[in-house]
Structure formats: structure tokens, C-alpha cells
Nanobody
Framework: QVQLVESGGGLVQAGGSLRLSCAAS????????MGWYRQAPGKQRELVAS???????NIVDSVKGRFTISRDGAENTVYLQMSSLKPEDTAVYYC???????????????WGQGTQVSVSS
């Protein structure tokens, strides 16, 4: 059983900063990808940023230069530092972990419960 526990959401004014944290526990392969997705009302869930165990990152263009993703690989903990927040960043942010036990095998994917980020103008 894999669990992801998120923290750090809240309400902030435009231009402010927030830091999200997510700790994954359970049976997780040591090589994995952890990431943050978000879902705004009436919109589909979208990738914000992801990071592999080896530190390779993928950050969507809309948040590049404002958001930074990092992780403590040994602990399977991932962070999302969000700066210069905009009202359009308002969404529920979900933590995600993906891995396969064997190369090319079934992808195991788990989600956190989500944390609300609200940015006021």
C-alpha cells in the first residue's frame, strides 16, 4: 500500500509564495518519478512539474521561472516551491508517484488527496 501525504496549501495574495510538500510511503520502487498536478474548477487535471529519482525535471511552460520542484530521494519526499503566484494558479494540487517494478512493466501510479491553493488578485 502506497500513501502520499501533502501539506502546504493555502490562500495567498498574487505575487506571494507557497511551498507544497508531499511524503510518499509504502512499497515504492527506488527508481520513480514524483510530481505535482493541478486541477482548476471546470478544467482537466494537468501536470505542473515532475522529478525523477536521478533529479531530471519536467516543468510546464506556464510556471517555468516561478515554480521549482525538488525532492529528497532517500525519503521519497517532493517539494514544490511556488513564487510570483498568479490568480490563474488557483487549483487543487495533487502529488503523484509513478514507477515500474521491472523495465517496460506495468506502471504503478498513486495520488495524494490534494491540497487547495488559492491566489487572490
Amino acid at each position: 500500500q502506497v500513501q502520499l501525504v501533502e501539506s502546504g496549501g493555502g490562500l495567498v495574495q498574487a505575487g506571494g509564495s507557497l511551498r507544497l510538500s508531499c511524503a510518499a510511503s509504502g512499497s515504492i520502487f527506488r527508481y520513480n518519478t514524483m510530481g505535482w498536478y493541478r486541477q482548476a474548477p471546470g478544467k482537466q487535471r494537468e501536470l505542473v512539474a515532475s522529478i525523477t529519482t536521478t533529479g531530471n525535471t519536467n516543468i510546464v511552460d506556464s510556471v517555468k521561472g516561478r515554480f521549482t520542484i525538488s525532492r529528497d530521494g532517500a525519503e521519497n519526499t517532493v517539494y514544490l516551491q511556488m513564487s510570483s503566484l498568479k490568480p490563474e494558479d488557483t487549483a487543487v494540487y495533487y502529488c503523484n508517484v509513478r514507477f515500474s517494478w521491472i523495465a517496460g512493466g506495468l506502471v504503478n501510479e498513486y495520488w495524494g488527496q490534494g491540497t487547495q491553493v488559492s491566489v487572490s488578485s
